[in-house]
């Protein structure tokens, strides 16, 4: 499906021709920060990150005279609530056998109105100016959301989380990019063999940069067993992969504590073994429950 790299409007509310209830998305990070679709919320002072998710939403509400659908991701809470906010500035939560449909069709629309790639943009555009955690939040938030809408091997969800690894590598966060580009790695070894050995080079980048011994240790012999498979299936082509295995084994074998790498590429072009959950954003959210009172609001509570 063809994305525009701009959103639909300049209030990035929905296409009037979408069909009805389509999904709004909202995130809220660990640190607070608060996303509602692919945008970084200003939370003025001492604001609760529901309060402002809600009154972000109410307004699409009012601005379409109809419910509107949201599903929130709240990581503090670890939890998944799904809401259904009306133009009056009420909510309801809902189970989750009560929201939208899922499948392909609802999925297009979904992103037919807020194109991920223009989300993909409004990073890009955060980490030129070197607003790093600002870019991250907003990288969070996508890999998130299309991971839980789309599946953790689907091509957009892979690209997201290997953007975000790119700007935690840019934020000196090396463990959480080593994690998440790993991640990336380990994917791509299982599904598509003939493009791992890039995001293999992008992890060990990340990988190169660690401190800590164990994790040194733990995720260097699982870089040794990609490479190593990589080279026995003949898909190092380039000499700078060959240099970043040796590098590895290298440095597992003197147990060296630091190794200086190559800075990783940009993790995609929008920026120019069984599998097992790695990043700590993948730890398993909570169903959603009737009734999560965070997200609940009786007419008339809009601050909007």
Known sequence: MPHSLTPRDQGNLPVLSAPPLIRLDAYVAEDGSTVVNGHLLEMGGMRPANEAILDAIAMFARTLGAPVAATVIDRPAQQVARLRVF????????AEEEDLPPGRERTAAEEEAFPPLARVERIIQHAQREELHAAFVLASALREHLTLRRGAEDELSLEARA??????????????????????????????????????????????????????????????????????EGLLHEPSHHAMAEAVRTRLERGSRYVEGPAPAPAAAALAAAPEPAAPEDRPLKPTRRGLRRFTRRPGRSGG
């Open 87 to 94: 133009p009056d500035g009420s909510s309801r939560t809902i």
């Open 163 to 232: 953007i975000e690894a790119y700007i935690a590598y840019l934020r000196g966060e090396y463990m959480i990019s080593t994690v998440l580009a790993l991640t990336v790695a380990r994917i791509r070894c299982r599904t598509d063999l003939n493009r791992a050995a890039p995001e293999v080079a992008r992890a060990t980048a990340a990988w190169q940069r660690l401190w800590d011994e164990g994790q040194v240790a733990t995720r260097g012999q699982e870089l040794l067993r990609m490479w190593e498979r990589l080279s026995a």
